[in-house]
């Protein structure tokens, strides 16, 4: 019997190679369902299980108590632990650095700050993650004012007298700060070189152990975030001079500005938000952003940060990327003109 066949022909030819291509890209379609349905099974049972929220200070600092703040607060919304962990040391990076390298799973997050994502990389030569490929932004928390505190030894109480005053005893004041390359240091050292003052920085691994000192007589001065030491202010056992902020404090009220007092222009908050790691499904991070948010802008939890001078911020992941590109640039800057290196 004759067998019949279809004569090949280029149009032929290109009508098979359509039809093998429509026919791979269907069994590609069913074999990828399961596992899109899974992922969006997972971000909608998210999470599941407990979260690790590195907090890469010591305790008792403000990116401490900001992310102790958070931490209790999704504990209650979802139901599963929120266990902080502070892993603190290089001006923040080894703590980051432990987030950047976490499975992208939502389950491990990081309480970035300032000084971890926006000053370090223009600090640390060989700085073992970036801070804009490693992470990816999840919520911006808030903004704090840095508060400049004095030893009340110090006859200082404005930042003119204490300009002065450094001027007249070049080099015997020693400042303190969370560590090399943290926040409160780069913030002192915009200080001197707005100011033409030489003061000698003392680091700690963290801003408790820095405001203890201060406390002491240890050290004379530190630049931090409001809530580090309302306590210590309201007790009288520091005098706070000025805020670092562009307008005055709700909490502190009374204290003037850096600005006001003689430096235009000068500006020095800390700003705090939740990154993950690179990668991290979207709609985790969305879901994260969202529950975040909302208790930040809850009178409880706003009022609660108002109250130790931190400002919410609730925005979406966008904004807080762009803050953190746009940081890193200012602060090279202010690093690169004022000199500043890491001992």
Do not use: C
């Not at 004569?7 to 009508?15: A, C, G, K, Y």
């Not at 603190?88 to 950047?100: L, N």
């Not at 499904?281 to 931190?310: C, F, H, W, Y």
């Amino acid at each position: 019997m004759q067998k019949s066949f279809t004569q090949s022909t280029p149009e032929n030819r290109r009508v098979n190679i359509r039809r093998r291509s429509l026919m791979a890209a269907a069994a590609a379609g069913a074999l990828a369902a399961p596992f899109v349905s899974a992922r969006a099974e997972d971000a909608k049972a998210y999470p599941s299980k407990p979260i690790r929220l590195v907090v890469p200070f010591t305790p008792g600092g403000s990116t401490d108590i900001l992310g102790r703040t958070i931490g209790l607060q999704l504990t209650q919304a979802w139901h599963q632990p929120v266990v902080i962990e502070n892993v603190p040391g290089a001006g923040g990076s080894i703590g980051a650095d432990k987030v950047a390298k976490a499975p992208a799973d939502g389950y491990t997050l990081l309480m970035g700050h300032i000084g971890t994502l926006a000053v370090t990389p223009s600090l640390y030569a060989k700085l073992p993650y970036d801070p804009i490929k490693a992470f990816a932004a999840v919520a911006w928390v808030a903004r704090v004012p840095n508060v400049l505190v004095v030893h009340p030894s110090v006859p200082a109480k404005t930042v003119q007298e204490l300009v002065a005053y450094a001027k007249a005893n070049p080099g015997k004041i020693n400042y303190g700060s969370g560590g090399n390359g943290s926040a409160a240091h780069i913030a002192t050292e915009y200080l001197k070189l707005q100011t033409g003052t030489q003061m000698q920085h003392v680091p700690y691994k963290g801003t408790a152990p820095a405001v203890t000192d201060l406390v002491a007589g240890q050290i004379q001065l530190m630049f931090t975030g409001v809530p580090a030491v309302m306590t210590q202010v309201k007790a009288g056992q520091l005098r706070a001079i000025a805020v670092s902020s562009p307008q005055r404090v709700k909490a502190v009220p009374e204290l003037p500005t850096v600005a006001e007092s003689g430096y235009p222009g000068f500006e020095a908050d800390q700003w705090y938000g939740v990154v993950a790691p690179a990668n991290t499904p979207k709609d985790v991070i969305t879901k994260l952003n969202q529950q975040i948010n909302l208790m930040l802008s809850s009178p409880e939890v706003g009022g609660r940060l108002a109250s130790e001078g931190a400002e919410p911020t609730p925005n979406p992941p966008e904004v807080f990327a762009k803050l953190i590109t746009s940081e890193i640039a200012r602060w090279r800057t202010v690093i690169q003109q004022g000199k500043v290196k890491v001992e």
